[in-house]
């Protein structure tokens, strides 16, 4: 028994006495046949990876290089010419086929996905709650707004749609004196109308304030002259020429959808986007509820 073959039998031992140190300190019950596998799995690996080291290093001391000589030498150090040995050659192919396999037809493309099974389940499941109710009427339309009101936009908008003084849009009147003048100065291009951009500056000093007020009003009593300047886009009533651009008197369902569909960075703050949060009919119900929230 020469030197190696020792001290490969100590390290073999010291494994195995590690794995049994570790299988008693986490009070592993061997009386399990899976426990039991496993272990002997572990000892088995020790005993092979020693065994399997020991040869190959003898291999290395006694073997000599044998074949052609390449023409070459590299400060001394020579190339044999010899063939690939098969094993390696057909592995390295194999490995290649299979990358191919993998990358074209196996995982990831075909491959089971969670998120896959749950996004066809709600698509599934949201196809059949606007199959059932594709007729609500207006009092089933009414109550399904106000929950989801009080889940998705309350947080914000507050419990009453009072907006929560100032912090988010008050749905009580169509938009403050404020807003509707950071509008006029700003212009606006968020909500995809089909009438493209509101231009900036469409009215200047007191004809911004004259409209401002008269629009944040709610569009009541004589209209300012200086309104015809808006009124090409959106009516003379300001309903919004049939919905190609926003209706500024009232909440219709039509401002709403585009509003839930991109969200509006405006001078209170930021609307988030629900884009794919809410099914049709849930948005033609929270146009519902909103509209009714109407002082
Ligand atoms: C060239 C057509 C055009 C003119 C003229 C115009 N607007 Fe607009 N307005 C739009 C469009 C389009 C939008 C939607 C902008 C967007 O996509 O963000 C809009 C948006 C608005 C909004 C915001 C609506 C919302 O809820 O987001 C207000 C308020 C408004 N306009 C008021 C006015 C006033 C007041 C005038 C006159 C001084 C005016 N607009 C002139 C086309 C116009
Ligand atoms: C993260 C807070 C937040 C949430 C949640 C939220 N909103 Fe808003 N919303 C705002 C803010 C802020 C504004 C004002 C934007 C501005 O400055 O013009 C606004 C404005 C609006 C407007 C008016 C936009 C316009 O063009 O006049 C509507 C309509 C609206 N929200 C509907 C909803 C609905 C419906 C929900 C629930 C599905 C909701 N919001 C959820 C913050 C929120």
């Known amino acids: 028994m020469n030197s190696l073959m020792i001290k490969g039998l100590i390290f073999a031992a010291v494994l195995i006495g590690a794995t049994f140190a570790v299988v008693k300190s986490m009070h592993i019950d061997l009386s399990d046949p899976i426990n039991m596998i496993t272990l002997i799995g572990a000892v088995a690996i020790a005993v092979l990876t020693v065994g399997v080291s020991i040869k190959y290093i003898n291999q290395m001391k006694t073997d000599k290089a044998t074949g052609e000589l390449a023409d070459e030498s590299w400060d001394g150090i020579g190339e044999y010419k010899n063939e690939l040995p098969s094993g390696w050659a057909f592995s390295f192919l194999g490995t290649m086929i299979w990358a191919m396999w993998y990358w074209i037809a196996g995982y990831p493309v075909n491959a089971f996905s969670q998120i896959g099974q749950y996004n066809e389940e709600v698509l599934a499941y949201n196809a059949k709650f606007e199959e059932i109710h594709k007729n609500a009427d207006a009092a089933t339309l009414q109550e399904m707004g106000e929950s989801i009101f009080l889940v998705q936009c309350a947080p914000c908008h507050g419990e009453t749609g009072d907006g929560l003084s100032g912090k988010a849009q008050d749905f009580s009147s169509r938009e403050s004196k404020e807003q509707v003048l950071a509008i006029i100065k700003n212009g606006s291009d968020q909500l995809k109308y089909p009438m493209g951009a509101m231009p900036a500056g469409m009215a200047q000093g007191a004809d911004a304030e004259e409209i401002a007020a008269y629009v944040a009003g709610g569009m009541k009593g004589e209209q300012p002259a200086s309104f015809g300047v808006c009124a090409g ?23 709403i959808e585009h509003v839930l569909e991109n969200g509006r960075k405006g001078a209170i703050g930021t609307m988030p986007s629900f884009k794919g949060r809410l099914t049709p009919v849930q948005k033609k119900a929270l146009a519902t509820y909103l509209s009714s929230l109407k002082s």
């Open 233 to 255: 886009c959106h009516g003379a009533d300001g309903k919004g020429n049939g919905g190609t651009a926003p209706n500024i008197a009232e909440y219709d369902q039509t401002l």
